[in-house]
C-alpha cells in the first residue's frame, strides 16, 4: 500500500503539486503576518514559496514508528518533525497562516485538526486548505480502487468542510476549483486532456478535483473582505490583516512524539 508522500513524487502527484502551487500564487501573496506554518506529511514539498511572510515553518508530520529528530532545514525553511497525529506544537494565538494541504483528507480527526489549527492562529489569521473533491472525476477514480493513496483517503464535500469552518467561526474568504483533468498516470495522455483546464471554471465549476479554500479566523467585530472578489479583479492586497502578532514558541517535540 503506496502512501500519500510516496504518491506525491509520481508523475501524476508532481502535476498536481504544480497546480496547486500556481493556485496557491494568486492568494498567498495577500495574506500578511510574521509567521507561516505548512502541516504536511514527511517527504510531501513546501507549497509556501510564493508567501510573503518572512518566517515559514515547515512541520512534517511521520507515519513511521521510532524515533524522529526534533528539527532542521530544507530548502532555507525551519523544519520540525512529530509524530503524525500528535497535537499541533505551537502556543495558541501564535502563527498567522496554517497552511493545510491534503491533511484532512488523511486525519484519522479532522475535527480536531481544525479545531487545533484555530487555536494556533491568530485572531484575523488564515487557515489555507487543500483538499481532494469527492464529486470530481477523481471521486470517481477512488470508486475503482482504495487501496493506495491518494484513493485511501476520506475525501470531504467541499459543503462539509464549509461547514465544519462555519461552526468553528471562521469566515470562507476565498477559494477555487483545480485539476478538472481526469486522473491519468501517462503524461501524454493526459495532454490531451488540458482542454478541460480551461473550460471548467466555466462549465463545470465545482467539479475540479481539488478545492482550495481561504478561511479567516474571526475576531468579535472584525469587519471582513471577500478575498474571492479581489482575485477577480487581479488585486491580491488589502485583505483584512492578523491584528495580535506573537513570536512562536516551539514545544519540545521529542515529548510530543
Known amino acids: 500500500m503506496s ?13 498536481l503539486f504544480t497546480v496547486e502551487q500556481m493556485a496557491l500564487g494568486k492568494f498567498l501573496p495577500a495574506l500578511k503576518g510574521d509567521i507561516a506554518v505548512q502541516y504536511g506529511y514527511a517527504g510531501t514539498s513546501s507549497l509556501l514559496e510564493t ?4 518566517q515559514k515553518i515547515f512541520l512534517l508530520a511521520s507515519e513511521s514508528e521510532g524515533d524522529i529528530p526534533s528539527s532542521g532545514s530544507l ?3 525551519q523544519v520540525l518533525y512529530i509524530d503524525a497525529g500528535s497535537t499541533l506544537p505551537f502556543q495558541s494565538s501564535s502563527v498567522d497562516l496554517c ?23 491568530v485572531d484575523g489569521g488564515h487557515l489555507v486548505i487543500l483538499g ?6 477523481w471521486g470517481i477514480r477512488k470508486l475503482f480502487s482504495k487501496a493506495n493513496a491518494p484513493w485511501n483517503g476520506h475525501n470531504y464535500s467541499i ?3 464549509r461547514d465544519w469552518l462555519s461552526l468553528l467561526n471562521f469566515h470562507v474568504s476565498g477559494g477555487m476549483m483545480l485539476y478538472y483533468s481526469p486522473p491519468i498516470r501517462n503524461q501524454q495522455l493526459r495532454e490531451q486532456f488540458v482542454f478541460m483546464e480551461n473550460a471548467g471554471n466555466r462549465w463545470w465549476p465545482m467539479l475540479g478535483g481539488v478545492y482550495l479554500l481561504i478561511a479567516l479566523k474571526r475576531e468579535v467585530g472584525m469587519t471582513v473582505i471577500d478575498l474571492g472578489a479581489k482575485v477577480r479583479k487581479r488585486a491580491f492586497l488589502n485583505v483584512a490583516e492578523p491584528v ?10 521529542n515529548n510530543s512524539a
Open 132 to 137: 481532494f473533491n469527492p464529486y470530481s472525476l
Open 244 to 253: 495580535a502578532k506573537r513570536s512562536v514558541r516551539n514545544r519540545d517535540v
Open 99 to 121: 497552511l493545510l494541504p491534503h491533511m484532512l483528507d488523511f486525519s484519522d480527526n479532522p475535527h480536531q485538526l481544525l479545531r487545533e489549527s484555530k487555536d494556533i492562529l
Open 3 to 15: 502512501s500519500f508522500p510516496d504518491w506525491s513524487r509520481t508523475d501524476l502527484g508532481r502535476s
Open 51 to 54: 508567501s510573503n511572510i518572512e
Open 75 to 77: 530548502d532555507g525553511l
Open 159 to 161: 459543503h462539509k468542510v
